[in-house]
């Protein structure tokens, strides 16, 4: 039985009144969510079974603070990964955070690195240029307002040795719900630049050289071309001293070609952690003569014959 590349139907309307949520302006294609859920999604969009609960999945902007992929899911975290972009990069270090929902991750950027380098030299890597697609999530990014839960108070303590008056203030505590609105103090506030973008357009625009790219934990929400274009712009944009961050959730292949596969192809490797670089050898480079055989390339490591 031969294994086809699976094909996602290009969505041109939707009866449901949220699908200007899922609508990607700059591909004119609707996002689809996690592959094992799509068809559902497709007819719950549809009106065909209204009744499926597709939980959000695409724009739902749930994260937290210090997410514990940063290193990988068993790696030492946040203080490791500070340590390893001090020893990683020399001078000034351009710091992209895409997909950077309401601001969680930049923030634990900036205080891992203040924490572990020290206010001067985190200097260098500041200020963070941070972008997601929902203009919703970005304007209230900009108050420098932020809620989270009990969990992620544990997490920014421990960060912070004890001392979250440091970078926030608590404006309120529901004890019932244990949940918590916070407001950040300008040594986190302004050194994030929010505004609303895609990696597929925005990443041409990022400096090349000496860059770390925050992707995490998005990309297989993008169709396979958007991928491929995306990785492929990466390639042509960032240089040897540039570093890309991609997430748990982007590592594993259950019917799609995994994360690394696409940027494996275009001549990238990993050095350490879910770090990325750009492999210095031109013979990996140029290994290909065009799209078509990269794709082929793709479509070999992720599908396969079987005979009945």
């Given amino acids: 039985m031969k294994i086809s590349p699976i094909i996602y139907p290009k969505q041109t309307s939707f009866k449901s009144s949220e699908r200007t949520r899922y609508y990607n302006k700059a591909t004119g294609e609707y996002l689809r969510p996690y592959y094992s859920v799509f068809e559902d999604y497709i007819s719950f969009m549809d009106g065909i079974n209204p009744n499926y609960n597709c939980v959000r999945i695409v724009n739902s902007n749930k994260t937290n603070f210090f997410r514990g992929d940063i290193t990988g899911y068993f790696g030492a975290g946040w203080n490791e990964f500070a340590k390893y972009l001090d020893e990683e990069f020399k001078g000034k270090v351009n710091v992209y955070d895409f997909g950077c929902s309401d601001g969680s991750e930049a923030y634990s950027l900036i205080i891992s690195l203040i924490e572990n380098l020290g206010e001067e030299n985190a200097k260098r890597f500041l200020p963070v240029y941070a972008y997601d697609i929902d203009p919703y999530i970005i304007r209230s990014a900009r108050t420098g307002k932020i ?147 990269y794709l082929q390339y793709l479509y070999n490591r992720c599908y396969y014959n079987e005979d009945d």
């Fill in 147 to 293: 809620k989270c839960d009990g969990d992620d108070m544990k997490k920014i303590n421990e960060h912070t040795n004890n001392n979250p008056d440091k970078y926030f203030t608590v404006l309120a505590h529901n004890k019932k719900t244990d949940t918590y609105t916070l407001e950040a103090k300008p040594v986190l506030r302004d050194n994030v630049i929010f505004n609303t973008g895609d990696i597929s357009r925005k990443i041409e625009d990022v400096e090349g050289s000496n860059s770390l790219i925050l992707c995490r934990n998005f990309w297989r929400y993008m169709s396979q071309e958007q991928i491929f274009q995306t990785v492929k712009k990466m390639k042509d944009t960032l240089d040897f001293s540039s570093r890309i961050t991609i997430g748990d959730f982007d590592m594993y292949n259950e019917g799609l070609c995994a994360i690394p596969d696409f940027f494996e192809a275009a001549g990238f490797y990993s050095p350490k952690f879910n770090i990325i670089a750009k492999e210095k050898d031109p013979k990996i480079l140029s290994r290909f003569k065009n799209d078509e055989e």
